[in-house]
């Protein structure tokens, strides 16, 4: 199986392993996910070809290397090369995975009989989810000191839910889950090694569950003593998620619609990664950051960047009412029309005014669209933003002060066919940020229903210095409060920063 590895920043050393083509790019839609502001969103693709592998540029503003050489067609990788998508900095290698060596025998035997018995569980015609229980059991068995093991399946991009559990499932850590997601061979070891979480305790045994290539979960055993689990472990966690991929598969497989959807809505999540900003504005003396993160597969929430006929720079965030399917096909209308639209109109009050004629004539009885439009005159840092019924924007100054723009809420778009929209002009100082976002960030919710809200979100953006650096404290602070629930709301978020001179 292939791995990239990072080579640079606070992540060094992180793998991300795959067995079919990916999607390297910025933000949850890119298959491996490089959350750096010179990549674009769809950056680049790696995909086999013959006995090898290539890699492709799609486009990308900042450009692919390999071995520091442009990337202009399919160039076939070699092992140990090193590529850098924009600014970030990757080795490429094949590798068969490890083997558990160094284990007193006894224990060597009891690993190898665990494989065995649950090898033989894919034979048995029981319900898969107590098939899997079980497997789960005879690992607990196995290893000293295990707190829980689960069995997770996909949940949506956001999330992961359990499909299977032995122990305490809720003392998992779900950032263990998704982060060995990425690791193909499997993982066996402390923590804080898998997730980067300084400080993090206990140890973990993880791999993804892969069946014909397609991932359909991931397995978590998490224990705490330190030599519960061996470097070599995570061969065996590689086999545990073979024989447990068979029972995911026949419990899908029982479904056959499903599956069908699943592809559907997957092939629908690509076609979406289109209607959303590539690349990020490069402006000198600006920055920018953004997230686009839907609830389900596919999501509601629009993102766009754009010129108005006067040439400032345009933002447009939006949330269509609803969620999923029929939330997408809106937004993907919206997104057509403000390309459209948006190069046309000479402010952002004048495109609300065009787009809610449009979407009054083609929504559904009680759908609407909550938007706003940013217009940003380089020059002076010159701000113009008109709202539809969208969350303020929040502002954050020099001095960390943190506040909400006061721009009135105006009615949504398909809500009235005679409607004006608020204006409110500011200026950007040097130092100071706004932050635009949807509902999904203050209306996150735990798995005890409580929300994030916007004092927590005003509390972790304002000693944070930097766009890109706003947008990964609240990835990091929504991750630690919201834990192991579903997401009810897609969410978006982009900052505007003018740099300090």
Aim: charged share 20%; aromatic share 4%; net charge negative.
């Amino acid at each position: 199986m292939p791995s990239l590895t990072l080579l640079r920043g606070a992540l060094t050393g992180q793998r991300f392993s795959f067995s079919g083509a990916v999607v390297v790019g910025r933000g949850t839609l890119a298959d491996i996910r490089l959350d750096d502001t010179s990549v674009s969103r769809r950056h680049a693709e790696l995909r086999p070809a013959g006995d090898g592998w290539q890699v492709n540029d799609l486009g990308s503003a900042n450009g692919t290397l390999c071995d520091d050489a442009a990337v202009t067609s399919p160039h076939t990788l070699t092992e140990g090369c090193e590529l850098a998508f924009g600014d970030v900095r990757v080795r490429f290698d094949i590798a068969p995975a490890e083997q558990a060596a160094g284990l007193p025998f006894p224990r060597l035997i009891a690993r190898m009989d665990l494989l065995a018995r649950v090898a033989g569980l894919a034979a048995r015609r029981d319900d898969p989810a107590s098939l899997a229980a079980e497997a789960l059991a005879l690992a607990a068995a196995t290893f000293d000191g295990v707190t829980a093991a689960i069995v997770y399946t996909h949940a949506g991009p956001r999330g992961l839910a359990a499909f299977a559990s032995h122990g305490d499932a809720d003392t998992a850590d779900m950032t263990c889950a998704t982060a060995s997601l990425r690791h193909v061979h499997g993982f066996a070891g402390p923590v804080a090694a898998l997730t980067d979480t300084p400080g993090a305790r206990g140890h973990v045994l993880a791999a993804p569950i892969v069946l014909a290539g397609e991932t359909l979960g991931t397995l978590v055993v998490q224990a705490t003593p330190s030599d519960a689990f061996t470097t070599g472990d995570d061969a065996i966690a590689k086999a545990l998620a073979t024989s447990l991929a068979s029972l995911l598969g026949a419990h899908r497989d029982a479904h056959p619609e499903r599956r069908v959807a699943e592809r559907d809505l997957q092939l629908a999540r690509r076609v979406q990664q289109h209607f959303l900003p590539a690349n990020l504005p490069a402006l000198d003396g600006y920055a920018f950051a953004e997230r686009y993160v839907p609830a389900r597969v596919v999501g509601g929430d629009h993102l766009d960047v754009f010129r108005f006929a006067d040439d400032r720079l345009g933002v447009l965030i939006a949330d269509v009412a609803g969620k999923a399917v029929s939330a997408a096909l809106v937004m993907a209308r919206l997104g057509m029309a403000v390309r459209l639209l948006g190069a046309q109109s000479p402010g952002p009050a004048d495109l609300l005014v065009s787009l809610n004629t449009l979407l009054g004539e083609e929504l559904e009885p009680g759908m609407f669209v909550t938007a706003q439009v940013l217009a940003l005159s380089a020059a002076d840092g010159h701000l113009e933003i008109a709202n539809a019924g969208h969350p303020a924007p929040l502002h954050r100054r020099r001095d960390g002060l943190v506040s909400s723009v006061p721009v009135e809420a105006g009615a949504p778009l398909g809500a009235s066919a005679r409607t004006t929209f608020p204006v409110l002009t500011a200026t950007l100082e040097p130092g100071s940020a706004w932050l635009l976002y949807t509902d999904g960030l203050d209306e996150a919710a735990n798995p005890q229903g409580d929300r994030f809200g916007l004092e927590r979100a005003i509390a972790t953006i304002s000693p944070t210095v930097g766009a890109a650096a706003m947008l990964d404290a609240l990835d990091t602070a929504l991750a630690g409060f919201v834990g192991g629930a579903t997401a009810a709301d897609d969410l978006t978020l982009f900052v505007v920063e003018r740099v300090s001179t």
